[in-house]
């Protein structure tokens, strides 16, 4: 059974940083994609970064490139979220995701999510 559980997440001032981590069980995090959503109150869901798998293959949102890393942890099974420099308008749940056919950034069909974490910048 895989399990997906985020951690990391609470509240900040802009212009500062969190890092959001996902603990998998279940599953090799090396051996499927994985990504990071968000959702914010009243819009839709918005893909954040994906991560594929082999050559690790990273994409990201364009507006979170160059602010936002995703990165894994096969021997923690854990997949994580470097944020710097934070906007107000980065508040949102953060979820994370596993195992998607098509691994896009712009598509939520994962097969697994997490329950989320909260993120919230203030300015």
């Known amino acids: 059974q895989v399990q997906l559980v985020e951690s990391g997440g609470g509240s900040v001032q802009a212009g500062g940083s969190l890092m959001l981590s996902c603990a998998a069980s279940?599953?090799?995090?090396?051996?499927?994609?994985m990504g990071w959503f968000r959702q914010a109150p009243g819009k839709g869901r918005e893909g954040v970064a994906i991560?594929?798998?082999?050559?690790?293959?990273?994409r990201y949102a364009d507006s979170v490139k160059g602010r936002f890393t995703i990165s894994q942890d096969n021997a923690k099974k854990t997949l994580a979220l470097q944020m710097n420099s934070l906007k107000p308008e980065d508040t949102a749940m953060y979820y994370c995701?596993?195992?998607?056919?098509?691994?896009?950034?712009?598509?939520?069909?994962?097969?697994?999510w997490g329950q989320g974490t909260q993120v919230t910048v203030s300015s």
């Open positions: 991560i594929g798998t082999g050559t690790l293959t990273t």
């Open positions: 279940g599953l090799r995090v090396s051996s499927y994609c």
């Open positions: 995701a596993a195992i998607s056919p098509s691994c896009s950034v712009g598509k939520g069909d994962f097969r697994y």
